[in-house]
């Protein structure tokens, strides 16, 4: 069965940095394009960011870009968020999807698994 498990996440002050982490078993990992969305409370869910399977194409949104970045190690069946440079605004519950991030370009609706979600809180 396929499990995609977060970890990291945290409490942090504005301008801190900190690294997400999301291990997959239970598929071909490096067959997924993968990427990063956020939600908070009564908002819809926000893409973060994307990389397709080989990692040869990135793509943020307009809010990260060139605060976060979206490595991926596929001998290790992981995907990482470093964020950098944390405001308020990024306050939110992350989540690690396994597909709709087809060429870059997200797309909820092709997600095939989701994380379980990790709390980033960022203090002001």
């Known amino acids: 069965q396929v499990q995609v498990v977060q970890s990291g996440g945290g409490l942090v002050q504005a301008g801190e940095s900190l690294r997400l982490s999301c291990t997959v078993s239970?598929?071909?990992?490096?067959?997924?394009?993968m990427g990063w969305f956020r939600q908070v409370p009564g908002k819809d869910r926000e893409w973060v960011s994307c990389i397709t399977r080989d990692g040869s194409i990135l793509n943020y949104g307009d809010s990260v870009k060139g605060r976060f970045t979206i490595p991926r190690d596929n001998a290790k069946n992981t995907l990482y968020l470093q964020m950098n440079s944390l405001n308020f605004e990024d306050t939110a519950m992350y989540y690690c999807?396994?597909?709709?991030?087809?060429?870059?370009?997200?797309?909820?609706?092709?997600?095939?698994?989701w994380g379980q979600g990790t709390q980033v809180t960022v203090s002001s």
């Open positions: 999807a396994a597909g709709g991030c087809i060429g870059g370009i997200p797309n909820l609706a092709g997600v095939h698994y």
């Open positions: 239970g598929l071909t990992f490096d067959a997924y394009s």
